[in-house]
């Protein structure tokens, strides 16, 4: 018991009899290590209230919320190959909550070795931040894979932010994917005499 006769602290496994500063060293979802210091009342053995923490104290982290968005039902892909090149022919809104089945699909062709993937944005109406970073995310991947890349069909809306955000040129873009697949014959990267 503490000889003063009022609160003593508690330090992990330490009795309360012993006294001390006092803390217990406890987990965060983000795996940092916080200390809460716990009374404990020497009389009764019962524990206090830990200190309240300005602003409310939220389970889960409002970043760990945001990283998987719902998934939208009308957004769909759908692939098909010709003449040595993959054609990915995407429905639906680029977002935050798409952007990432456009990506795995792309992994997916990657894994084909394609001469080719055609692009085919001509039912995508909207294109938002995270849209044109899938979309650079797929250049890139098909530079990295000496894979050509070719956007079909974009839509006046998304060709805009693609030109506003200076990216249109690092495209090579085809009214159809019929003028795609001719732009340089058969096996040929996009744009080839």
């Known amino acids: 018991m503490n000889r ?7 330090q992990g496994a330490r009795s309360p009899s012993r ?6 060293l406890a987990l ?3 795996g940092k290590q916080i200390t809460i210091p716990v ?18 104290v939220d389970p889960v982290p409002e970043r760990s919320r945001a990283v998987i968005p719902p998934a939208n039902p009308a957004f769909d892909i759908r ?13 639906g809104d680029l977002d935050r909550s798409t952007a990432e089945r456009l990506k795995a ?10 001469a080719g993937l055609v692009l085919d944005l001509s039912a995508v109406p909207f294109c938002d931040s995270t849209g044109l970073s899938a979309l650079v995310y797929v250049l890139r991947g098909c530079q990295a894979f000496d894979i050509g890349l070719a956007l079909v069909g974009m839509e006046p809306r998304v060709e805009r932010i693609l030109a506003l955000t200076r990216l249109l040129p690092a495209f090579d873009r085809y009214p159809s994917v ?3 697949l001719d732009a340089g014959g058969d096996g040929q990267p996009f744009g080839a005499p």
């Open 4 to 10: 003063r006769g009022g609160w003593s602290t508690h």
């Open 19 to 24: 006294g001390g500063r006092g803390a217990v």
């Open 28 to 30: 965060t979802d983000l």
């Open 39 to 56: 009374r404990i009342k020497a009389e009764t053995g019962l524990r206090s209230r830990p200190p309240e923490f300005p602003g409310k």
């Open 79 to 91: 692939s098909r190959y010709e003449r040595e090149r993959a054609i990915l022919t995407v429905a």
């Open 105 to 114: 699909a792309a992994r997916t062709v990657w894994k084909t070795e394609p």
């Open 178 to 180: 019929a003028e795609a």
